[in-house]
């Protein structure tokens, strides 16, 4: 029996989670690589400038953002700790043991990203980000002074994230149709304007 969620964090990171899994069933193959395909035309003009781009490997039914090049990768340590930063080639990334998700060997040089891609469970149009759960990508952004970009489906784009006083805000939002500066204010909507 499934035990039910104790906070409304913890009511909206699984309705988000149910709404992105039901949304990306719904894809085709095709369908799935045209989406990731124009949020990643969205993400490039926000990383115009930039040379260290920190990216991460798409994780089941994440929107994936690795179409855009990175050659920066987080690598997720112990927990309560920052992530920390690698350069390697996509194709060099392993699955971890612990995590089961794709991140560069440990003995991959260390690099400073100057801009984040940031995934994210449900985030507002304000900044506010709900991921999962672990505090990884908070402890981390409050460390760096870099662009955060939360990349999502527009699906998982709520109208309010419960905020906690360690939470660190976005500076971006991109879907596949939407990019939205975290004042509110999107810049080009899901009509292509902007």
């Keep these: 029996m499934a035990v039910p969620p104790t906070s409304p964090r913890d009511a909206l990171r699984a309705a988000a989670r149910a709404a992105r899994a039901a949304f990306v069933a719904g894809l085709t193959?095709?369908?799935?690589?045209a989406h990731?395909?124009?949020?990643?035309?969205?993400?490039?003009?926000?990383?115009?400038?930039?040379?260290?781009v920190a990216g991460f490997a798409a994780f089941g039914d994440e929107v994936d953002p690795a179409g855009a090049g990175f050659e920066i990768w987080p690598r997720v340590g112990l927990p309560g700790e920052p992530l920390s930063f690698h350069r390697a080639a996509a194709e060099d990334l392993e699955v971890s043991t612990v995590w089961g998700i794709r991140e560069p060997r440990i003995d991959a040089p260390i690099a400073v990203p100057d801009a984040v891609i940031v995934p994210?469970?449900?985030?507002?149009a304000r900044g506010n980000r709900l991921g999962y759960g672990k505090g990884h990508y908070d402890r981390t952004l409050s460390r760096l002074d870099a662009p955060r970009i939360g990349v999502?489906?527009?699906?998982?784009?709520?109208d309010a994230v419960p905020?906690?006083?360690?939470?660190?805000?976005?500076?971006?939002?991109?879907t596949p149709?939407?990019?939205?500066?975290?004042?509110?204010?999107?810049v080009g909507g899901a009509r292509g304007e902007g």
Excluded: K
């Design 152 to 158: 999502a489906w527009d699906c998982q784009i709520v």
């Design 177 to 186: 149709t939407r990019t939205i500066r975290c004042d509110g204010a999107a």
């Design 120 to 124: 994210l469970v449900a985030a507002d």
């Design 163 to 174: 905020a906690e006083r360690w939470d660190e805000r976005l500076d971006w939002l991109v």
């Design 29 to 33: 193959p095709e369908q799935r690589t």
């Design 36 to 52: 990731d395909a124009a949020l990643v035309a969205r993400l490039m003009p926000l990383l115009d400038g930039c040379t260290h």
